[in-house]
């Protein structure tokens, strides 16, 4: 393996953890209320749990770090949320389809949440929302499933945010991401089943991102404006509706890795040729590439860390 190609796998491989670090809270262990761990159980999911059970005994979990309300009726959860206890230690919340309307003040008591979750609360008033989390160290916010067309202009307070999930909303405007581009950390924005023929052109002025998800969606190509995201490293556009590999991915400065997957595409432009193009990996599986345009590119990709075609 030669220096250029170490430096390309240790870029990708550090990608591929920070990429990984949004979730990686989420898939371990994961206690429910009728366990009897009090003292050792860091993970505890109330999804849809008996209040009653959960007034008894959630008090006497004194290491939560991850706690999943999802379900919960939306009345109740401020006195849920007040009988946390060593609240400081909590770094996730799942609050998911508990029909929220307003966020409990309460949830101020979790001085360290990194990860806060509202997947499908359509109705919550998100701008009053991010006005009482503000002051949290959030660092990954899911807004998956909300009926949002834009995002609400006071999530530019969480200043902290790293990671954003806008899956399943309805940012078609071309100004419906503005408020993306005042937050200084982000890097990883999901824009995945959101019935985009074309990209808000606001995505373009979020410069600091480095890994875009725009997944299960109706897109044809990719502008020139993708240029734009000069630090972008992965982009996930599989499930849209390419012909063409577009060819802007063959000039973008420090684009690493690409998934295009299952995808119409016939055709591979000339310009992605491996001396000139950056890319170290590309998935283009499940797409309509004859047989001998696929060994073309077999050949000439030949040094990429990751080519699935």
Same mark, same amino acid.
């Given at each position: 393996m030669g220096i250029k190609t170490r430096i390309l796998f240790n870029i990708l491989i550090l990608v591929t953890l920070c990429g990984c670090e949004t979730y990686k809270t989420f898939y371990k262990p994961t206690h429910t209320i009728a366990d009897t761990h009090f003292a050792t159980t860091q993970r505890l999911n109330l999804s849809n749990a008996h209040q009653d059970s959960i007034a008894r005994l959630l008090p006497l979990h004194k290491n939560l770090k991850f706690l999943n309300l999802s379900g919960i009726a939306a009345p109740a959860l401020g006195t849920i949320l007040q009988n946390v206890s060593n609240p400081e230690r909590l770094k996730v919340l799942i609050l998911d389809s508990i029909g929220l309307e307003t966020l409990p003040q309460e949830i101020q008591r979790f001085s360290n949440l990194k990860q806060l979750s509202l997947n499908n609360?359509? !109705?919550?008033?998100?701008?009053?929302?991010?006005?009482? @989390?503000?002051?949290?160290p959030l660092v990954f916010l899911n807004?998956? *499933? *909300? /009926?949002?067309?834009?995002?609400? &202009?006071?999530?530019? &307070?969480?200043?902290?945010?790293?990671? @954003?999930?806008?899956?399943?909303n309805k940012f078609h405007a071309d100004n419906s991401l503005q408020p993306l581009k005042m937050l200084p950390k982000i890097k990883s924005l999901w824009l995945t089943?959101? *019935?985009?023929? @074309?990209?808000? !052109?606001?995505?373009? /002025?979020?410069t600091t991102l480095k890994a875009l998800y725009v997944e299960h969606n109706r897109l044809t190509e990719l502008p020139e404006a993708l240029l734009n995201l000069k630090k972008l490293w992965i982009l996930h556009a599989g499930h849209n509706n390419f012909k063409i590999l577009p060819e802007v991915l063959s000039k973008m400065d420090i684009l690493l890795l690409v998934h295009i997957n299952n995808c119409t595409i016939a055709h591979i432009p000339d310009s992605f040729d491996s001396k000139t193009s950056k890319l170290a990996g590309i998935i283009l599986d499940e797409n309509k590439l004859p047989e001998t345009t696929k060994a073309r590119w077999r050949k000439a990709w030949s040094r990429f860390f990751i080519l699935s075609i």
């Open positions: 609360n359509p !109705k919550l008033n998100f701008n009053a929302a991010f006005g009482i @989390v503000k002051h949290l807004l998956q *499933n *909300n /009926e949002l067309r834009t995002v609400p &202009e006071s999530i530019q &307070e969480l200043t902290t945010l790293v990671d @954003v999930n806008l899956t399943g089943d959101n *019935n985009l023929s @074309v990209l808000p !052109k606001s995505l373009y /002025e979020i």
